[in-house]
């Protein structure tokens, strides 16, 4: 991995999460959001400006150039890391954008393992636009971490995982993976979209980095694009905001503070995620038109164990496979009324899709092509019963 400068004048956006004893709620509506000192506001402001006057040449707040350091931003990077228990945090245009940026730190020669369930559009990355760059990868079951470690790739940098996965929900035993990179010199990087910091905290079990859609839970209401990476290591802190400042891959403030917003409520939509999906997943294993139900929270799933050590919560996605194949999956979605036919997902309103035509087509005829009968479900925070009622009709309908 490279050895980047560091920025000439680290913002105040850079300094570690305050420590803090406070429960998970308590820290996502107070850290780092201090009432704004001239005012008395209670709410973080939007600093809607591209540039910060300076007191003489060189001499400024902390803050210089937008693009360097906001004070929205920074808001929204000491609650998140806070969150995540991490000491540092880092805010991003977008989920790729925060992906590419980690993955910068590699340099030609330097390979990369990835799980064999992984998300369409990191597939793409890695394997459309950091191979031909000279950066080598391969695809592992990493829910088996001996194999993994008796058939070590050379010069493997990095690991690179999600737990839960998109969009078959694998749960990845994070310590043990992280054990087999460390002691072959490579980091692990953690994809914690899925399951959010209130239910899992990768960094507590040895990930390196945690990296995050915030389009998804986070925000958590579809309004807003964005990435996160937090980590305790302030080397790599430096490296992920150098790349940052120098490639520019930031958001307007605004878009920050909508997304800093919804991460207030997150506990609360969590817990109502939570609960819908546990009552969606009843409904599915029932129901004749459904062979296979994908959810962690079944004492079934290959990796209900590990989730259970690892994860508060089994989270509100849902995956299954239609009895009766492809057309059945779509003539399922094509019945909802109450779920939106839309990719994406984490948000209050329930989504479903079919991941192989939507968010996995990239995917296709590869070690990471899905099922082409499986439906993914975003459960939303709506009534159980209409959720339920919803999901019975567009079954029936292909029953």
Known sequence: MSDQPAPDQPAPDRAPSEPTSYGFSTRALH???????????????????STFAQEAVGKHSGYEYARTGNPTRTALERAFASMEEAAFGVDFASGMAAEDAILRMLRPGDHIVMGNDAYGGTF??????????????????????????GAWPQNTKMVWAETPTNPL????DIAAVAAVAHANDAILICDNTFAT??????????????????????????DTVGGFAATNNAEFDTQLRFIQNSVGAVRGPW????TLRGAKTLAVRMDRHNENAAAVVQLLQAHPAVSTVFYPGLPGHPGHEAAVRQMSGF?????????????????MIESTKLFILAESLGAVESLIEHPGVMTHASAEGSAFEVPDDLV???IGIEDEADILADLTQALNAIN
Do not use: C, N
Not at 39 to 46: D, K, S, Y
Not at 255 to 258: K, P
Not at 315 to 331: L, P, W
């Open 124 to 149: 793409r990355l890695i394997s459309k636009v950091f191979a031909p760059m000279g950066i080598t990868w391969s695809a592992h079951d990493l829910t088996d971490p001996q194999a993994l470690a």
């Open 31 to 49: 850290v780092g959001q201090d009432p704004e000192p001239i005012t008395g506001a209670v709410t973080v402001p939007v600093f809607q400006t």
């Open 376 to 378: 993914r479900l975003s």
């Open 197 to 222: 910091p209130y239910l899992q905290q990768p960094l507590a079990h040895g990930a390196d980095i945690v990296v995050h859609s915030t389009t998804k839970y986070l925000g958590g209401h579809s």
């Open 255 to 258: 878009d920050v503070y909508l």
């Open 169 to 172: 929900l694998t749960v990845i």
């Open 315 to 331: 989270g509100g996605m849902v995956s299954f496979r239609a009895a009766a194949g492809r057309d059945a999956a779509m003539k």
